[in-house]
């Protein structure tokens, strides 16, 4: 398999950022999937603005590395690095876990973001679409983590804890809605996955959360005008999921629900 990396790093700068800092914090590794464009793109821009070292994966590697060359410009001194990986394919999830175990770092942060939609009805969606959205939406999730759980559980304590995990769930996983289909069913599994990985993990000091976010403004909305402000931006996830993961070592936020001011669409 051919392997693509990129490495970006330069002098820490001092332009400011937007994004509210709610404590200090120790240096963390972050390792996010989905990292080139909506709600993980954002996750990635809220640790580059706080110094963390960035370890970014996505399916598309024009993405990536222009998500990467943007990250640098405005935050100049972040260490930055990434690999295109395919993680609906279980072979090139395993490939980028062992891309990331052979950079030996501590695994701080793991933000299992990769995920697709499409719409149908377990009635009448094509044949596939329900082994589709499994395949991305759940089993990328599973097959990274159990990866980087050895390494995790083995590594020194930081402040208290061996890392934490957040799996980007989805309203979908709470409640069926029309035009969820597969989509809806494999969330409702990473919800799972998620709830089964937290007690498993308590003893071992590392941290998980599922994270579910209502209507968030990114690709797949298409030319949604939302100048009313309707749903949600991305950058209100990437900031909760950044707070969660400042708290102290004895507190964790396992469910995090996130909906628009007025509601689901």
């Known amino acids: 398999m051919q392997s693509t990396m990129y490495e970006v790093r330069s002098t820490f700068g ?6 509210f800092v709610p404590r200090k914090s120790n240096f ?3 390792v996010i999937t989905g990292a080139s464009r909506g709600i993980g793109k954002a996750v990635a821009e809220v640790y580059a603005a706080n110094g963390h070292a960035l370890y970014l994966c996505s399916k598309n590697e024009v993405a990536l590395y222009k998500t990467m060359e943007e990250l640098l410009t405005k935050y100049p001194g ?6 295109a990986r395919d993680l609906s394919k279980q072979e090139e999830v395993e490939n980028f876990g062992q891309w990331i175990l052979d950079n030996s770092i501590n695994i701080d942060v793991l933000v299992n973001n990769a995920g697709n939609f ?3 009805s377990v009635h009448n969606e094509e044949r596939g679409v329900l082994e589709e959205m499994m395949a991305v939406n759940l089993y990328s999730a599973y097959h990274l983590t159990r990866k980087l759980l050895p390494q995790m559980m083995k590594q020194s304590p930081v402040s208290g804890t061996r890392g934490h995990i ?7 996983s709470l409640n069926a809605y029309a035009n969820g289909g597969a989509y809806s069913i494999s969330k409702f599994a990473l919800h799972g996955f998620s709830k089964n990985l937290r007690e498993e993990m308590k003893q071992h000091l590392i941290k998980v959360t599922s994270v579910f976010p209502g209507a968030v403004l990114t690709d797949s909305w298409g030319d949604y ?3 009313d402000k309707r749903i949600m931006e991305a950058a209100d996830i990437a900031q909760m999921v950044f707070s969660c993961s400042q ?10 629900v996130i909906r ?4 689901d669409l």
Do not use: H, R, W
Not at 14 to 19: C, G, P
Not at 166 to 172: L, P, R, T
Not at 247 to 256: D, H, I, K, N, T
């Open 14 to 19: 001092t332009e400011k950022s937007s994004y």
């Open 260 to 263: 628009p001011q007025l509601g």
């Open 225 to 227: 005008d939302n100048s």
């Open 28 to 30: 963390m590794n972050v």
């Open 118 to 120: 499409l719409p149908g």
């Open 166 to 172: 957040f799996n980007m769930c989805s309203i979908a």
């Open 247 to 256: 708290l102290s070592p004895q507190a964790c936020v396992e469910e995090l």
């Open 78 to 83: 972040v260490k930055i690095k990434g690999k």
